[in-house]
């Protein structure tokens, strides 16, 4: 198979990974690039550079040496073009797979193909989160345009591929396909090599680390508060490490570790190089992802840590719902409420960080359950010995690159041998407003779908509030969506009795607001634990 892509990052692929952010679309397209260029399937990768990077041949050179295995060098099975070459190379009609790393370059590369294919083309896509604004312009682009045989969209979890068939009516089938990881260095530490990795970074030598690694922000990944809640009361300590990717947030979680009395035991670090993952998993005993925003697809990190024989403790929120199984670790349910029309109308207005921030909100994760799970795998040093064998032989059978590598090569395969057949369908105009419908991934990536019969009652910390406690900490991007009024009418409301969500508005009496808002408000008392979620037949008491 030969296969092309149009515009890579040559800065991604010059320095693998190293000088770039650890996140998983950076390291899942490092990862694809390798196969295309290595696999023994894959005959030839096709790279049409922009003419900046065409014209810097020493860092095409460079491109070359990371990408290529020492034993294929010199084979042919890397090419260099200047995307103005795109329709001569193509002219040769011979069978090929375009390949798109996101649903961004969607539009563009179908585009191309259709313009300058001569020989059958399967158009194959990659997505890494579906909902950017820019990416629904995308898919909106390509509605309209004819069904080929074998053009696919690729999505990395089941919950993704479902929210978007949902959400579109595209001229491409939708798989999906768990994401592959590089094991380079992903072993289980023995106690002295433990030791040692522990010393690099300065940490305490005894007692149980749990670790979160990646994007420290919770607009993109999830909020790391709920980590620092579950420590208070008990032993251990928490490693956060990774990149800030929200300004000031460190600062906010030293200062909520001081507030709640365990400053001593949360370890901040920073950026790092991603060649280091390995030795911070190994330094540590428990991994933590409390993954809770639409950004987040499928947890790579989490399946690194497997590798490194930990135990896992992790939402069940989009893919993490289908890589955890109970005896390597513990999966909590999520919740995710239907979002206020504003924010769907405001969309188009607002910076995707903001956006994703504000649906964060709304989605929560079962805090006595999570408090539960991970305060008993640091608790118990047996269960965690045994939690992360399982954790490593679950990898090993499920995750490791030579098991997913088949299915993948596979995938491509059928998707090409479709396109041979030159099969087109026309399709009619289904083009959707700009506004996006977040509503429709919310409900597919939470575990637990929205049901009006939701109720919310008043939790430990929402009491304290009352009592002259705490109040919720309001991130200051969010302050217009909130009222502090509704928010305290709403913990009153609760301390009386449980609320259905489907009554809330009604019972908050003179307060003009919407269902929905009532809820998003609702959502954010129990995303912090002032409020707790429980489900509720309807046959109970509708006076509720």
């Known amino acids: 198979m030969i296969v092309s892509i149009v515009c890579p990052s040559i800065d991604l692929v010059t320095n693998p990974l190293n000088d770039l952010d650890v996140n998983g679309a950076n390291i899942a397209v490092w990862i694809q690039l390798r196969t295309f260029a290595n696999h023994p399937a894959f005959e030839c990768l096709e790279l049409f550079l922009t003419p900046r990077d065409f014209a810097d041949k020493d860092k095409i050179r460079r491109f070359a040496h990371a990408l290529l295995a020492l034993e294929n060098r010199g084979k042919g099975k890397l090419s260099f073009h200047s995307v103005y070459a795109v329709g001569d190379v193509w002219a040769d009609g011979l069978p090929r797979i375009l390949h798109s790393d996101d ?44 069904h080929v045989d074998g053009d696919s969209i690729i999505a990395c979890s089941r919950s993704t591929a479902a929210a978007l068939k949902a959400s579109y009516d595209l001229p491409y089938e939708v798989h999906w396909h768990h994401r ?137 929120w989009d893919g993490l719902k289908d890589t955890l199984h109970p005896d390597a670790g513990s999966l909590i349910p999520t919740y995710a409420a239907p979002a206020p029309e504003r924010l769907e109308h405001l969309s188009v207005a607002l910076e995707t960080p903001s956006l994703f921030l504000a649906l964060a909100q709304s989605t929560v994760i ?95 910390r929402g009491l304290e509030w009352r009592a002259g406690g705490d109040a919720p900490y309001i991130y200051g991007e969010i302050e217009p969506l909130l009222d502090p009024s509704l928010l305290a009418m709403i913990q009153e409301r609760a301390a009386r009795g449980p609320i259905k969500a489907s009554r809330l508005a009604s019972l908050l009496r003179g307060a003009a607001t919407t269902e929905r808002d009532a809820v998003y408000h609702a959502m954010f008392l129990a995303k912090q634990g002032f409020l707790k979620i429980t489900r509720m037949d309807t046959s109970e008491d509708p006076s509720v």
Not at 124 to 134: G, R
Not at 208 to 226: D, H, N, Q, S
Not at 391 to 400: G, H, K
Not at 437 to 445: C, E, G, K, N, T
Request: proline share 6%; glycine share 8%; charged share 25%.
């Open 366 to 460: 079962d805090r006595e359950a999570w408090f539960q799970a991970q305060q008993a795998w640091m608790g118990d040093p047996e269960r965690r010995r045994v939690g992360g064998r399982a954790a490593r032989l679950l990898y090993e059978q499920s995750f490791a690159p030579e098991v997913l590598e088949t299915s993948f090569v596979a995938m491509f395969k059928a998707c090409l041998d479709r396109a041979k057949s030159g099969c087109r369908t026309p399709r009619e105009v289904r083009v959707r407003a700009l506004s996006v419908d977040y509503s429709v991934a919310l409900d597919r990536y939470a575990s637990c779908a929205w049901d009006p019969n939701t109720t919310f009652t008043e939790a430990k």
């Open 180 to 316: 592959r990881i590089d094991p380079s260095g992903l072993s289980p530490a023995t106690p002295v090599e433990r030791q040692a990795e522990r010393a690099r970074y300065g940490l305490p030598a005894d007692g149980p680390l749990a670790l979160y690694l990646g994007r420290v922000t919770p607009a993109m990944k999830g909020e790391l508060m709920l980590l620092i809640d579950a420590l208070v009361g008990h032993p251990g300590g928490l490693v956060i490490t990774g990149v800030n990717n929200m300004p000031g947030y460190p600062e906010v979680l030293r200062a909520y570790a001081e507030r709640r009395g365990v400053a001593d035991r949360v370890f901040q670090f920073g950026r790092f190089a991603p060649g280091e993952r390995a030795h911070w998993y190994r330094a540590c005993d428990v991994f933590l992802f409390p993954a809770d925003c639409l950004n987040e697809a499928f947890g790579q990190t989490t399946i690194e840590a497997m590798a490194c024989g930990l135990p896992v403790v992790q939402s069940a």
């Open 103 to 146: 649903l961004w370059a969607l539009s563009r590369d179908r585009h191309l193909r259709d313009t300058y294919a001569k020989g059958p083309i399967a158009h194959l896509c990659d997505t890494h989160c579906i909902a950017h604004l820019s990416l629904h312009r995308s898919l909106n682009e390509v509605a309209s345009l004819d």
